[in-house]
């Protein structure tokens, strides 16, 4: 699935745009009003990686 995802992005975007890898979890953190918290998922993805970005 995730090889089917990267070939989509790609087709549509161009190899530049296309993500170098997919994690596909079950759930994503949710904010106090019910929409995904991008700044904990951005810190679960960064964790352990000596820098972060936005």
């Known amino acids: 699935m995730t090889a089917e995802i990267q070939t989509a992005v790609k087709e549509r ?3 530049v745009q ?3 890898r997919v994690v596909v979890v079950d759930s ?3 904010t106090g009003l019910g929409k995904p918290d991008k ?3 951005r ?3 960064w964790e352990g990686a000596g820098r972060a970005v936005g």
């Open 13 to 15: 975007k161009g190899s």
């Open 18 to 20: 296309s993500p170098k």
């Open 28 to 30: 994503l953190p949710l």
């Open 39 to 41: 700044k904990a998922v």
């Open 43 to 45: 810190a679960r993805f």
